[in-house]
T-cell receptor, first 113, second 113 residues
């Protein structure tokens, strides 16, 4: 089954404790992206990757890192999480091209205390 | 750059009512237009799309027509069901960044039995 898998689905942690949210897709998509979803703000893009070893900042990259060492994986790293990073996070992937639909994971709800 | 505006929710309807969720866009040229749906506890998934002016996208009883004269892509369904309760997002590609999709803020739909 074609899917984007995120882990963990839920995480409660404390300020400053490094964490990684994993994302993996099995559709051989070149493009991958991370979003955060907050009430009243909609979806905001954090980072994206056009292909292996190519990553770039989205609209709200501060406090986040990503890597793309393999085509299928695109982890999101919070080196020193802070409470303002409490949010619902989504990973998405697609083939290249402006008409290609994005495929989303089921989300990771992060709470930073 | 390209942008999208959709009606704010929440929208509450009774089962079997007619649904319209308004979406208007600003774009250079005629990009593809999308509607995504987010069911509770899940990620976004593509509902329908239209790739050129006057195209009608349809899926699961939902329809939307790409209207260049009014720069609109309103989502409609003739008879909604409780299972249609979700958040709906209108979207289009960014003009300024390859492969980025710009999402509207989302419209929450509640269907009462």
């Amino acid at each position: 089954e074609a899917q984007v898998t995120q882990n963990p689905r839920y995480l409660i942690t404390v300020t400053g404790k490094k964490l990684t949210v994993t994302c993996s897709q099995n559709m051989n998509h070149e493009y991958m992206s991370w979003y955060r979803q907050d009430p009243g703000l909609g979806l905001r893009q954090i980072y994206y990757s056009m292909n292996v070893e190519v990553t770039d900042k989205g609209d709200v990259p501060e406090g986040y890192k990503v890597s793309r060492k393999e085509k299928r994986n695109f982890p999101l790293i919070l080196e020193s999480p802070s409470p303002n990073q409490t949010s619902l996070y989504f990973c998405a992937s697609s083939y290249r091209g402006l008409s290609q639909p994005q495929h989303f994971g089921d989300g990771t709800r992060l709470s930073i205390l | 750059g390209n942008s999208v505006t959709q009606m704010e929710g929440p929208v509450t309807l009774s089962e079997e009512a007619f649904l319209t969720i308004n979406c208007t866009y600003t774009a250079t040229g005629y990009p593809s237009l999308f509607w995504y749906v987010q069911y509770p506890g899940e990620g976004l998934q593509l509902l329908l799309k239209a790739t050129k002016a006057d195209d009608k996208g349809s899926n699961k009883g939902f329809e939307a027509t790409y209207r260049k004269e009014t720069t609109s892509f309103h989502l409609e369904k003739g008879s909604v069901q409780v299972s249609d309760s979700a958040v709906y997002f209108c979207a289009l590609p960014s003009q300024n960044r390859d492969d980025k999709i710009i999402f509207g803020k989302g419209t929450r739909l509640h269907i009462l039995p």
